[in-house]
């Protein structure tokens, strides 16, 4: 009866269910560390890349405004532009020859009525706001973009000097102008990493050159005034703009975090700024540390596959062993008599630890491992009852008789709880000294249970022989049916509790655990 799932049982017992869900545990675990690694990486990198990418931008830009002021006042310096008894024509052609080995957009002369001369005559600058502050103050200036040139929309910058005679005294301007182009081809080529924007910032906050994703004369703190984080405002980042003193801050806009570098750009009132999205950053480094990532699920997968193989053959030596001891157990219980079961060789078909050297039934320590393992894989419709058996006053017959004496009833014990193992698809194990424990299942329903108590109890009453007296040893067996709710050590408690129960009412008999009635 029930043999179909006791074999069932058995097999479940060996299952690398258990070590498989360990191994994707383990390598879920793997990729999280992974990826809060990079996390932390791309956080590191963009800030590094932006400091990068603004170092390189920054000296650039300056070097080309610091060149184009030496060129000028080094030409402002020459009698022929300066004396405004020189023709004007003559200045112009001059200008004319220097550009040709500078290279600006253009390189002009501007008389002292704010009127700018070519080959073709004067045009009037006097509407243009930056003129007419130079020729207030008398200093050098540089512009913001804006679109100049005949077609009146070429964008360039200008940077402007003054033309002094020798007592000092205003007679015009030099001006050159920086080709817009010139200055966003600064900004790419001080790129740290395609992922990278940098964007060139006027007087007023406005965007001048970008090398992606501005629009030309946009506001620049606008669209991210609200995401601004960590300790940053947009006032305190425009406050520090305005005041060209070097910022960096985040913001963040949902799962979006992009980190911003600025810095002055000396001579002049603009700002370059150079900006990093995290996403990007974070593909790059997930990128970088995906051959990490192959070759670590890989060693996992070969560290398990070398588990599951010595597994295998851990398991298949278990079973070689419990089918040993399946057989000797059908040659041992085919004779009634205890005293005719060959101890020896169940000790040496045990010799591995599985099995108690005196009484032939598993250890603690087996026992409490293969009953979680039952019941991990139990059916839920199946009745499994546990018992704790106790030899009564057992210190009695060993100090009357001798542990010799007692080592034969604990082997009688011992033999008559392995045949009702073995009947009621169970196990058996010593608990400890004259502490048995025995679980069956296989049984209909709650009397058939208590009519297989009432047999366990009546044949652990045991006749000994010791000498040529006899004796007879009685054991109390606590019982706890298992509700399929508790664990495997609640359930050894709750029979401990029934023992304790026997024990107090007198001994000799069971009692289930919070039941009422007694055996």
Same mark, same amino acid.
């Given at each position: 009866?029930?043999?179909?799932?006791?074999?069932?049982?058995?097999?479940?017992?060996?299952?690398?269910?258990?070590?498989?869900?360990? $191994?994707?545990?383990?390598?879920? /675990?793997?990729?999280?560390?992974?990826?809060?690694?990079?996390?932390? #990486?791309?956080?590191?990198? #963009?800030?590094?890349?932006?400091?990068?990418?603004?170092?390189?931008?920054?000296?650039?830009?300056?070097?080309?405004?610091?060149?184009?002021?030496?060129?000028?006042?080094?030409?402002?310096? !020459?009698?022929?532009?300066?004396?405004?008894?020189?023709?004007?024509?003559?200045?112009?052609?001059? /200008?004319?020859?220097?550009? +040709?080995?500078?290279?600006?957009?253009?390189?002009?002369?501007?008389?002292?009525?704010?009127?700018?001369?070519?080959?073709?005559?004067?045009?009037?600058?006097?509407?243009?706001?930056?003129?007419?502050?130079?020729?207030?103050?008398?200093?050098?200036?540089?512009?913001?973009?804006? =679109?100049?040139? =005949?077609?009146?929309?070429?964008?360039?910058?200008?940077?402007?000097?003054?033309?002094?005679?020798?007592? $000092?005294?205003?007679?015009?301007?030099?001006?050159?102008?920086?080709?817009?182009?010139?200055?966003? $081809?600064?900004?790419?080529?001080?790129?740290?990493?395609?992922?990278?924007? @940098?964007?060139?910032?006027?007087?007023?906050?406005?965007? #001048? @050159?970008?090398?992606?994703?501005?629009?030309?004369?946009?506001?620049?703190?606008?669209?991210?005034?609200?995401?601004?984080?960590?300790?940053?405002?947009?006032?305190?980042? +425009?406050?520090?703009?305005?005041?060209?003193?070097?910022?960096?801050?985040?913001?963040?806009?949902?799962?979006?975090?992009?980190?911003?570098? =600025?810095?002055?750009?000396?001579?002049? &009132?603009?700002?370059?700024?150079?900006?990093?999205?995290?996403?990007?950053?974070?593909? &790059?480094?997930?990128?970088?540390? /995906?051959?990490?990532?192959?070759? $670590?699920?890989?060693?996992?997968?070969? %560290?398990? /596959?070398?588990?599951? *193989?010595?597994?295998?053959?851990?398991?298949?030596?278990?079973?070689?062993?419990?089918?040993?001891?399946?057989?000797?157990?059908?040659?041992?219980?085919?004779?009634?008599?205890?005293?005719?079961?060959?101890?020896?060789?169940?000790? +040496?078909?045990?010799?591995?630890?599985?099995?108690?050297?005196?009484?032939?039934?598993?250890?603690?320590?087996?026992?409490?491992?293969?009953?979680?393992?039952?019941?991990?894989?139990?059916?839920?419709?199946?009745?499994?009852?546990?018992?704790?058996?106790?030899?009564?006053?057992?210190?009695?017959?060993?100090?009357?008789?001798?542990?010799?004496? %007692?080592?034969?009833?604990?082997?009688?014990?011992?033999?008559?709880?392995?045949?009702?193992?073995?009947?009621?698809?169970?196990?058996?194990?010593?608990?400890?000294?004259?502490?048995?424990?025995?679980?069956?299942?296989?049984?209909?329903?709650?009397?058939?249970?208590?009519?297989?108590?009432?047999?366990?109890?009546?044949?652990? !009453?045991?006749?000994?022989?010791?000498?040529?007296?006899?004796?007879?040893?009685?054991?109390?067996?606590?019982? @706890?049916?298992?509700?399929?709710?508790?664990?495997?050590?609640?359930?050894?408690? !709750?029979?401990?509790?029934?023992?304790?129960?026997?024990?107090?009412?007198?001994?000799?008999?069971? *009692?289930?655990? !919070?039941?009422?009635?007694?055996?």
């Amino acid at each position: 009866m029930g043999s179909g799932r006791g074999a069932s049982r058995k097999k479940s017992r060996f299952s690398f269910r258990r070590m498989a869900a360990c $191994g994707v545990v383990l390598a879920v /675990l793997f990729l999280l560390v992974v990826s809060a690694t990079a996390v932390a #990486m791309a956080v590191r990198d #963009m800030r590094h890349e932006g400091d990068l990418s603004l170092a390189a931008a920054q000296p650039r830009i300056e070097s080309r405004i610091a060149e184009t002021f030496n060129m000028l006042e080094s030409l402002a310096e !020459q009698p022929t532009l300066y004396d405004p008894s020189v023709p004007i024509m003559d200045k112009v052609n001059m /200008l004319d020859q220097v550009n +040709e080995h500078f290279g600006y957009y253009l390189i002009c002369y501007v008389d002292r009525d704010i009127n700018v001369w070519d080959a073709t005559g004067p045009a009037s600058l006097a509407s243009r706001d930056y003129m007419q502050q130079v020729y207030s103050t008398g200093e050098r200036t540089v512009t913001d973009s804006f =679109a100049a040139g =005949a077609d009146g929309s070429t964008l360039n910058y200008t940077v402007v000097v003054p033309l002094r005679d020798e007592q $000092g005294a205003m007679t015009g301007t030099l001006f050159a102008a920086v080709y817009f182009d010139e200055i966003v $081809g600064m900004l790419n080529d001080g790129l740290a990493s395609p992922y990278v924007d @940098s964007v060139l910032i006027g007087s007023e906050g406005q965007v #001048m @050159s970008a090398t992606s994703g501005y629009v030309y004369d946009d506001f620049f703190l606008d669209p991210i005034r609200q995401n601004i984080a960590f300790d940053m405002s947009a006032d305190k980042v +425009e406050a520090e703009l305005l005041s060209l003193n070097p910022v960096s801050f985040w913001t963040v806009d949902g799962l979006d975090v992009r980190y911003y570098a =600025a810095a002055p750009i000396a001579n002049t &009132k603009w700002d370059a700024v150079c900006v990093v999205g995290f996403w990007d950053s974070y593909a &790059k480094i997930m990128w970088n540390l /995906l051959p990490m990532i192959v070759v $670590g699920l890989f060693i996992l997968a070969g %560290g398990f /596959l070398l588990m599951y *193989r010595n597994f295998l053959y851990q398991m298949n030596s278990a079973r070689s062993l419990e089918k040993s001891v399946e057989e000797l157990q059908k040659k041992v219980y085919s004779d009634e008599r205890p005293s005719g079961a060959d101890i020896e060789d169940i000790l +040496e078909l045990t010799s591995s630890g599985l099995s108690d050297g005196l009484t032939g039934t598993v250890t603690r320590s087996v026992f409490s491992s293969r009953l979680e393992t039952v019941l991990e894989n139990a059916d839920d419709e199946e009745m499994y009852a546990l018992c704790f058996v106790d030899l009564d006053d057992f210190k009695i017959i060993n100090d009357t008789y001798g542990h010799a004496t %007692g080592d034969i009833a604990l082997k009688s014990v011992g033999y008559l709880l392995r045949e009702y193992e073995r009947r009621y698809e169970g196990l058996v194990g010593r608990y400890g000294g004259d502490e048995f424990v025995l679980l069956m299942t296989d049984f209909d329903d709650e009397e058939e249970l208590r009519d297989v108590l009432g047999d366990l109890t009546a044949g652990l !009453q045991v006749d000994v022989q010791s000498g040529d007296s006899v004796f007879s040893v009685g054991c109390s067996v606590g019982v @706890s049916v298992w509700d399929h709710r508790v664990g495997a050590d609640e359930l050894m408690e !709750q029979a401990d509790q029934a023992l304790y129960d026997v024990k107090q009412s007198g001994k000799h008999g069971y *009692r289930v655990y !919070q039941d009422g009635g007694e055996k």
